[in-house]
């Protein structure tokens, strides 16, 4: 048995030519006439590590931790391989598996390879630096970690003047080359990971040149925020973009071609698939992490070839998340899967489209709580601001790229563990972080059959209210922490409330606007946390502001009493 996982980073299934996109990638739709295509497969954890965290446990990173390495108590199905008899090679460019939230990775398989040279990377001594202009809108400290990166990937560039120079062509070229030595042997898994088309987008000029474009108009940077690039076309970003996603699809191309010519195109597992998408000016949003997770970062693309399987050219609907990945790998290989591994092996889908789960969950650590059914998303946001009722878990306290601080670990304290943590105990420390509000985004709710670009959000609050529902049941099969149940308002009283007021919108044209109906269940889910009955509405009874102030006055004092009147005048503000 065989199994080839080829994985780009940042890779958005709507510029891909078999997923209707606008980039030139040939090698893509011949790739999609000879696999299966799958049209609803989802992220679980985003961004980088989250999702690389998944592909190794099989289950959701993004309930109790953010970015953070294979924590101890972790099982790996990459390791389960290897402890199996199946060698396992990982070759990648992708810098974060050697920074301190990623240095628990490689060493799961049994040999890797790392390119140097990626966003960055500190590769290239030099002590001059280049004078870096960044004018962002993060915070000086962001700023100014930006600004090295940048200086940084400056020089590294320079060691990299040619295409074949470039850590694209070497990481496939590193890939090839196992195939090459080992294509006559049995037992092995090799994992191609491209760091591209991940920003910054360093693109070798004869692709840039397909889309009328020079090396030297555009760095390749993009900053995460609102409205606009700054300093260069929003059609120059996106044109980068579509030219480096051009060439990985031609070395996607090299990948296929090598398989076949070495005579293992028949016989090997072949995979395709990302981490997650990215924003080019979508919703009026640049890059990923700050805003909610929209389609083009969450609703990713996916290829599979099953050699066990005839079908080829087809596509499927049953929806997949890449927790599915690590289970299918183990199925493939004939090994067990553990009870904590909630993906599922893709093989009956590739055969029968069979249904692998009615509902999805994705996010980031701290964010909103997504849900889709393959026909809608329901993103739920926290009912407070702030990182209130958010804990990491953890035994590793890092994080992308330092250790926890000091401050940050005053508070914490030990956790019994969870269903996955093989009887462990955890550290419990408050959480923190620097940019993700999604409480100001608030709810979302989009049909994708009638909207797929998610340009209309409904006003419908008895959908809303089924997604809701549907969240209980999954976080309880991940076992996730009591308090995310009180963060997103997911209590047995929340819930209940909500429901009468879906059914008071649907009886009732002149009920309350949702700003009023949102105001006063945050009031009653206030008041349920501090033991407090919230009052009954009377069937025909329409709320005003003034009641819920009132309410507020009656039951919260201090600071308490002051974040709910901001919260709900916030929320009044639509009303």
């Known amino acids: 048995m065989k199994a080839v996982m080829l994985m780009f980073d940042t890779l958005t299934r709507r510029h891909l030519a078999p997923y209707g996109g606008d980039a030139r990638t040939p090698r893509f739709s011949q790739l999609a006439q000879e696999s299966v295509q799958f049209d609803n497969f989802y992220v679980g954890s985003m961004p980088c590590m989250p999702a690389r965290r998944e592909l190794h446990t099989g289950r959701y990173n993004f309930l109790h931790r953010s970015w953070g390495p294979l924590e101890p108590f972790d ?9 199996a008899g199946v060698h396992t090679h990982l070759v990648t460019d992708h810098k974060h598996y050697w920074r301190d939230g990623g240095a628990t990775y490689h060493t799961r398989y049994s040999t890797f390879e790392f390119i140097r040279g990626q966003e960055g990377d500190h590769w290239q001594g030099a002590v001059a630096q280049p004078d870096i202009q960044w004018q962002g809108m993060e915070d000086e400290a962001t700023r100014r970690r930006r600004r090295g990166r940048m200086a940084q990937d400056k020089i590294n560039r320079a060691a990299m003047p040619t295409q074949a120079d470039h850590c694209l062509h070497r990481t496939i070229g590193a890939g090839l080359a196992f195939l090459e030595a080992n294509h006559q042997q049995d037992q092995w898994f090799l994992q191609i990971e491209c760091f591209d088309p991940h920003e910054p987008f360093f693109v070798a000029e004869p692709y840039l040149a397909q889309y009328g474009c020079t090396p030297e108009e555009f760095d390749g940077w993009v900053p995460y925020y609102c409205d606009a690039p700054g300093g260069v076309s929003e059609e120059k970003v996106r044109k980068f973009y579509q030219a480096l996603v051009t060439q990985c699809d031609d070395y996607l ?3 296929v071609d090598k398989l076949k010519a070495l005579g293992l195109w028949e016989e090997t597992l072949f995979i395709v698939c990302t981490d997650h998408g990215f924003l080019l000016g979508e919703h009026q949003w640049w890059g990923k992490n700050i805003m909610p997770v929209y389609d083009e970062i969450a609703h990713t693309p996916f ?3 099953d050699p066990r399987c005839p079908q080829q050219g087809v596509r499927r609907q049953a929806l997949a998340q890449t ?11 004939g090994v067990p899967r553990p009870a904590t591994m909630t993906g599922q092996p893709l093989r009956p889908a590739i055969e029968q489209d069979a249904r692998l789960r009615d509902h999805a969950l994705f996010g980031y650590f701290g964010g909103h709580l997504n849900i889709t059914d393959g026909e809608g998303v329901y993103m739920r946001c926290p009912r407070e601001p702030g990182a209130s009722n958010l804990y990491e878990y953890t035994l590793m306290p890092t994080r992308i790229d330092s250790p926890f601080a000091p401050h940050e670990l005053r508070e914490m304290r030990l956790h019994p563990g969870f269903n996955f943590t093989q009887g462990a105990q955890v550290l419990q420390i408050p ?17 994708l059959r009638s909207d797929p670009e998610q340009r209309q959000p409904l006003d419908d609050p008895a959908r809303a209210l089924a997604y809701a529902q549907a969240m209980i049941p999954l976080m309880k099969a991940h076992d996730a ?21 879906a059914a008071r919108r649907a009886a009732l044209p002149d009920a309350e606007h949702p700003g009023v109906a949102q105001a006063w269940l945050r009031v009653a889910a206030a008041l349920e946390e501090q033991g407090t009955p919230p009052p009954a509405l009377a069937a025909g009874q329409r709320l005003t502001e003034q009641e819920i102030f009132t309410l507020i006055d009656a039951h919260f004092s201090g600071d308490r009493r002051r974040a709910l009147i901001y919260q709900s005048r916030l929320l009044l503000r639509t009303a």
């Open 253 to 255: 191309g090299r990948v």
């Open 75 to 83: 099982f790996s199905a990459i390791q389960a391989l290897r402890q």
């Open 303 to 305: 290829f599979i070839r």
């Open 431 to 447: 959480a923190t972080f620097r940019y993700l509000d999604p409480w100001r985004f608030g709810d979302k709710l989009y049909d």
């Open 323 to 333: 927790i599915d990945i690590p289970a299918t790998l183990l199925e493939f290989f």
């Open 481 to 501: 922490p009591p308090e995310l149940y009180v963060r997103f308002g997911l209590s047995p009283l929340t819930a209940a409330l909500e429901q009468a007021f």
